[in-house]
Every structure is written in structure tokens, then in C-alpha cells.
């Protein structure tokens, strides 16, 4: 089975603009490709993560991946579905989240001469003449089309700022500028970046009809990245201090049993043979298989030692009498105590359990709250400094645990 064929079964393709070059450009290890990431925070998240994975299971077949940095695309917001315009971020948080993606990438993708490289298409965009711009790349594009495209139609009713309609065009730039320099003659996106990597693949056919070499490909990857990592406190993020290996251990632990198999295959490098054998189980083996699945990818992140204890931790809360260190833990004071005692409520708001006192008197209500395996009885529930001569574990519904010390 080559490559290609690979990510068809693992479900990573979901449309493509030539199937058969594109399949010989991959398998023959002959694909320069390109993957944008924009930096809109100063750590890559599990959303990031399907595509990284893409990018090295490419790499590890022979072809060269380009990570491309937001750096300019980043100065204006993107179309892609959101119902809200982007926060304008100054130019000294655009370059920090960069760097910050950068240290990221390089502990997963190999960099290097004849390996992958890293472009900033601030280098390029920044200082593009705007008179030039329309001329030469403004040209190309069909107003009327581009109002066709679902990306913006969704974004008509709400209002679609000038900004944010030059992101096809920006974007375009980038695959004919890679392809100039770098000669990228593949593209990788989510399928609700399609309209935006046509017009690319469009620009550079336009803008080099006279050559012979000017053959382009578009492929496009499903979107699924995007829809994992959500969770009730936000994004699952890569950095430790972010997201704490436990708790991306616990994101994995905890997924659906429909999205088990689905999440191995997609981010996983386990052979689609182990993967359908997984495929087969059901019950209490399927959670064997989550454990697995949480393993792998919280070693691929954070290192086999820091899996290990993430590991540990869980089988503190689920199978008893393991190592609870490794447990996300805040630490209260003696500021936190009024007339020494605390509410539980207060101590689920401080450790960022919950985002309001309603939030938490709800889960209390409903049964959803326990502190040492003990539900909490009512909103008022309150515990003693002398209670904190052990460790206290807050239950948060069936996936949340905190400690807390004293």
C-alpha cells in the first residue's frame, strides 16, 4: 500500500483535484507540499495536531513538507465559517505566537537541508505594493465567483469586511509564491479552505500559462482536526503549561466510543491492521483501546516519561491505590478561607473547573459534583482547613478531577 492509499483509508482525503496525479506525485515521494498554519495563539492545539501528523507521514514517504507561519495572514481575519471577524492582533503578538509554533513544529517535523523548511509569509506579504497587487494578482480573480464561494456567502447576512475578502487573494499568493521559490506543487487544507486553495492553484495557471512545468495540485485533507480538542474549558492545547499532559491524557481517555477508532486513524502512527483489530471490540475492551489511544498520543506530545505519569494518575481515580501526583492540582492559601472554611463552589471557580457559581450550583443540582467519591449535597457545601490534612479530589461529571491542597 503506498502513501496515498493510506490516507484514503485512515479518512484523511476528502476531495482532490486530480486523483491519479496526485497519487503518483505522493507515492513516488516527489510531492513538495505546503500546510498554513495562522498564528492566532501562541501554542499549536489539537486542531493543529491532524495536520502535523499529515505533514510527517508525507515526510517519512520521501516528500519535502513546507510549513508555512501566518505571520502576514495573520494581520486580517479569515472567512472560513466563523461568525465573528478575528481579534486584530499588533504585529509583536503575531511574531511571539510565531515563534512559539515554530519551537512546537521542530520537536515533530524534521527540519533541515533537503527536509522540511519553515516560511513566514510576512517575508512576502508585508511588503507587497498595493497598485502591483492588483494588477498582477487582483486580475485574476472574479468578483462574482468569489461571492459564490460558501465562505463568504455565509458571511454576507452578518457583514463581510474589506480585510477579510482579500483572504483568498492572500492566500492564492502564498501557493503561487511557494511554488515559484520553492517549486510546491501540492497543497494540503481543511475542506472549508477549498475555494481559497482553487484560486492558488488557478493563480499560478493563469500567471505561468507560457510554462511547461507549471502543473499544480490541490489536496484536501477532511476538517476533522477542527472539531477535536473542544471542551467545556476550551481548546486542548500542545504546550504543557496550557493544556498539562494529565489532562490531554484524560481528553483521549474520554472520547466518544464512536470516535475511538476514528482518532487512531487519523493521528496515530499505528499500523491500519492493529487499528482494525481495535475496530473489533466493544465494552469494557474498548476502553483498553481509549487507554491506548491516550498513550500514544500524549508520548508523541509530551514524551513517553510524561505518558507514563499521566497513565498513572488515571489509574489513581479509576482503578485505585496508583500515584495521584501527576494529578492537576491547585493550591489553595489562607486568603482563599473565610472564617476557615471554603465552598466548594469557590474552590471549582478558583481551579477554573467552572466559568460562573450558576454553572456549578447547576452541576450540584443535578448530582454532578463529588468530593472524595462523595456527592455534593447542596451549593453551600463547604470544607475546613483541617479537612486539607489529606488531599481533597473534586469530580467534575464523569471526565473532570482536580486536587487540592493546603
Request: proline share 2%; aromatic share 10%; hydrophobic share 40%.
Amino acid at each position: 500500500m503506498g502513501v496515498y492509499e493510506e490516507l484514503q483509508e485512515r479518512g484523511l482525503i476528502a476531495q482532490v483535484t486530480d486523483e491519479e496525479q496526485i497519487r503518483e506525485l505522493v507515492n513516488s515521494g516527489k510531492a513538495t507540499f505546503y500546510i498554513g498554519f495562522d498564528p492566532t495563539a501562541d501554542s499549536l492545539h489539537v486542531g493543529h495536531f491532524m495536520a502535523l501528523c499529515l505533514m510527517k507521514r508525507l515526510q517519512m514517504a520521501g516528500n519535502k513538507p513546507i510549513a508555512l507561519i501566518g505571520g502576514g495572514t495573520g494581520m486580517i481575519g479569515d472567512p472560513s465559517g466563523k461568525t465573528d471577524m478575528r481579534k486584530m492582533m499588533t504585529p509583536e503578538t503575531i511574531a511571539h505566537n510565531c515563534e512559539c509554533f515554530k519551537k512546537q513544529m521542530s520537536k515533530f517535523i524534521e527540519f533541515g537541508e533537503d527536509k522540511a523548511i519553515m516560511v513566514n509569509n510576512a517575508d512576502w506579504l508585508l511588503d507587497l505594493n498595493y497598485v502591483n497587487l492588483l494588477r498582477e494578482v487582483g486580475a485574476c480573480f472574479s468578483v462574482n465567483r468569489m461571492l459564490t464561494f460558501e465562505c463568504y456567502k455565509q458571511r454576507m447576512e452578518r457583514g463581510l469586511s474589506f480585510l477579510e475578502f482579500n483572504y483568498m487573494i492572500m492566500q492564492s499568493y502564498d501557493f503561487y509564491t511557494l511554488y515559484k521559490k520553492y517549486g510546491c506543487n501540492l497543497q494540503f487544507g481543511g475542506d472549508d479552505q477549498w475555494s481559497n486553495m482553487i484560486g492558488g492553484m488557478e493563480l499560478i495557471r493563469r500567471k505561468l500559462q507560457g510554462d511547461a512545468n507549471a502543473m499544480t495540485i490541490t489536496l484536501l485533507t477532511n476538517s476533522e482536526g477542527k472539531k477535536m480538542g473542544k471542551t467545556e474549558k476550551g481548546a486542548v492545547w500542545l504546550d504543557a503549561e496550557k493544556t498539562s499532559p494529565y489532562e490531554f491524557y484524560q481528553y483521549w481517555r474520554n472520547v466518544g466510543d464512536d470516535d475511538v477508532i476514528k482518532c487512531m486513524k487519523l493521528l496515530t502512527f499505528i499500523p491500519m491492521e492493529q487499528i482494525n483489530e481495535y475496530a473489533k471490540c466493544e465494552g469494557a475492551e474498548l476502553n483498553r483501546v481509549k487507554e491506548v489511544l491516550a498513550f500514544e498520543l500524549t508520548k508523541m506530545i509530551h514524551g513517553e516519561d510524561e505518558a507514563v505519569k499521566a497513565q498513572q494518575a488515571a489509574k489513581a481515580l479509576f482503578a485505585g491505590g496508583a500515584d495521584n501526583s501527576n494529578m492537576p492540582t491547585t493550591t489553595l492559601t489562607d486568603d482563599d478561607f473565610a472564617d476557615g472554611e471554603i465552598t466548594v463552589l469557590d474552590m471549582m471557580l478558583k481551579a477554573n473547573m467552572i466559568k460562573s457559581k450558576g454553572e456549578g450550583r447547576r452541576l450540584i443540582d443535578q448530582g454532578g459534583v463529588s468530593v472524595n467519591d462523595e456527592k455534593v449535597s447542596g451549593a453551600l457545601t463547604a470544607l475546613k482547613v483541617s479537612d486539607f490534612d489529606k488531599d481533597i479530589i473534586i469530580k467534575k461529571g464523569k471526565k473532570m478531577f482536580h486536587k487540592f491542597v493546603k
